[in-house]
Structure formats: structure tokens, C-alpha cells
């Protein structure tokens, strides 16, 4: 399976630690994808011309990740400021969202970038990609979208989005078994064939036309969540997609979840900031 993530990257920044660590949600998931077995994964997206872009970029390079198709602009590269708690769960103190290089310029798609995309069997994306405009000339692959939390998305946004699915992942720590169950219905009304609800420390629930599975327990010491839902995506993708086994999916996700949750950063590579 290979997989192209496209849209969003950023540094997350950990005051304590006077650190950077790569992230962004759609370069987090192609980087766990190569991580769980995917035979190639890539990257496309805006960068900036910044320390920060220039640490992103090497660390892709560093997983195997291709990154041929970036666009390199003039300006800041995405910044989240991030604080941990006692339990080791992520706190966001800040981002420079409004005047990143990502949130002032527009990707656009050319004709190349989509010949090189079709070199993929998935494209996964997500609300933070900004490129809800792009999702139908990419509907005649698999797109796998990561909605976040419920103060994401709307039933509208839904409405928009989904009908060029084929999978939907939603974290939804903060809801009930019946709204899960009514999300379901919903997107699956719209067209989606797998979606997924992650729930913090609870195990996720899944839906594949309907039929529902659960995320065996897994247990493992916490460091740090950042990126764990984005690695439970990638390892279920990887395995998935090669195989359509739910329930064997989401005990590579959730192992996938675990490594990550015992480092630092999304997928490592801490570095002092300049």
C-alpha cells in the first residue's frame, strides 16, 4: 500500500523542553503509514523558508518520506506553542495560524501534482489541510479525512466534505455512544464506507458499513500524546487498506498509538529552537 498525505505540517514547539518537534496532521499520518509497513508514502504541502521548514523537511527525509512535490514559500512555517500535564496529554498554548506561509497561500493543485498523487493508493487529508477545494479532482481515489474534535465540524462541513470519502475518522473523546452511533448513520448516509471514533484513553469504535468494532484495550506507558490519534490512523490505513480487516487494523493502530505515546513529539526528532 502507499499512501500520500497532503495539506498540513507544522513544528510543535514544547516550552519546557525548549524544543521542535515535526508535525502536522497529514505529514504525522504518511510518516505512520511508512512506519506500518506501507511501501512508499510522501508528503505534499506548503513549507516555510524558515529553521523550522528546513527541520520538517530533513525529517521526512530521514523516514523515507518523498517530499519531490513541496512548495517552498517565502515566510514562517506553522508553529503550535505546546505544554504536557501530569498525565502526559498535550495542551496547545498558542499557534501562529493567521501568518504561517500554510494559512496565507492556497494550494492548488496542477496536472503533475495529480499524475504523482495517482501513483498512490490513499490520499489522507484533514480539516487543518485548508483543501476542501481540491477533494474532487482527488475522488477517484480512496481519501482518508480527519475531522478532530467536535468543535471542527458541523453538519454542513459533513455535507461538503464526506461524499468524497472513502474513510472518516472523528475524535470524539467528548461523546456519547448514542451520538457516535448517530455520526455513523449520518456519514455513512453521505457515502463514507469506514469511520472511526477515537476516544482518548477509551478504545475507539469503528464502522464499516455498519458493522461495528471496537478497539481491543491496550495498555503501555504514556510520555506524551501528541500525534497518537494521527499513528492510529496511519497503522490502521497501512494494515486496511492492504488487508480490509477491521478488527486486525485497529490492533496495529492502537499499537502504533502506544510507540507514539511513549515519546516525545509526534514522531520524534526533538531540536533546540534557534
Known amino acids: ?19 521542535m518537534y515535526p508535525g502536522g496532521n497529514a505529514l504525522n499520518v504518511a510518516v505512520a503509514g511508512k512506519r506500518n509497513g506501507a511501501s512508499a508514502c510522501a508528503y505534499l504541502g506548503i513549507v516555510g523558508d524558515d529553521a523550522e521548514a528546513e527541520h520538517v523537511v530533513k525529517c521526512m527525509g530521514e523516514e523515507g518520506i518523498d517530499f ?21 496529554d498535550r495542551i496547545f498554548v498558542g499557534t501562529n495560524r493567521g501568518i504561517r506561509v500554510q494559512s496565507l ?13 495517482n501513483e498512490y493508493d490513499v490520499v489522507h487529508t484533514s480539516v487543518n489541510s485548508d483543501i476542501e477545494h481540491e477533494l474532487s479532482r482527488l475522488a477517484h481515489k480512496p481519501i482518508s479525512f480527519d475531522f478532530s474534535t467536535t468543535k471542527r465540524w458541523n453538519k454542513a462541513y459533513l455535507q461538503l466534505v464526506c461524499p468524497y470519502l472513502t474513510y472518516a475518522f472523528f475524535s470524539g473523546s467528548d461523546m456519547s455512544h448514542g451520538e457516535i452511533s448517530s455520526l455513523f448513520e449520518e456519514v455513512h448516509q453521505l457515502g463514507v464506507k469506514v469511520v472511526g471514533v477515537t476516544r482518548g484513553a477509551e478504545p475507539a469504535m469503528f464502522s464499516k458499513d455498519g458493522i461495528i468494532s471496537s478497539q481491543p484495550h491496550m495498555t503501555g506507558d504514556v510520555i506524551d500524546t501528541m500525534g497518537a490519534g494521527d ?15 477491521v478488527q486486525a487494523a ?25
Do not use: P, W
Request: charged fraction near 20%.
Open 68 to 88: 519531490s512535490r513541496i512548495r517552498r514559500a517565502y515566510g514562517l512555517s506553522g508553529k503550535a506553542v505546546v505544554a504536557l500535564n501530569e498525565e502526559g
Open 231 to 245: 499513528s492510529f490512523i496511519g497503522g490502521f490505513l497501512a494494515h486496511y487498506h492492504e488487508y480490509r480487516d
Open 105 to 117: 497561500l492556497m494550494l492548488k493543485l496542477t496536472q503533475d501534482d495529480l499524475d504523482y498523487i
Open 1 to 19: 500500500m502507499k499512501l500520500i498525505g497532503i495539506g498540513d505540517n507544522v513544528v510543535d514547539y514544547y516550552q519546557d523542553q525548549g524544543l
Open 250 to 274: 485497529l490492533i496495529q493502530a492502537s499499537q502504533s498509538a502506544a510507540v507514539t505515546c511513549g515519546h516525545y513529539g509526534a514522531f520524534g526528532y526533538g531540536k533546540k529552537k534557534q
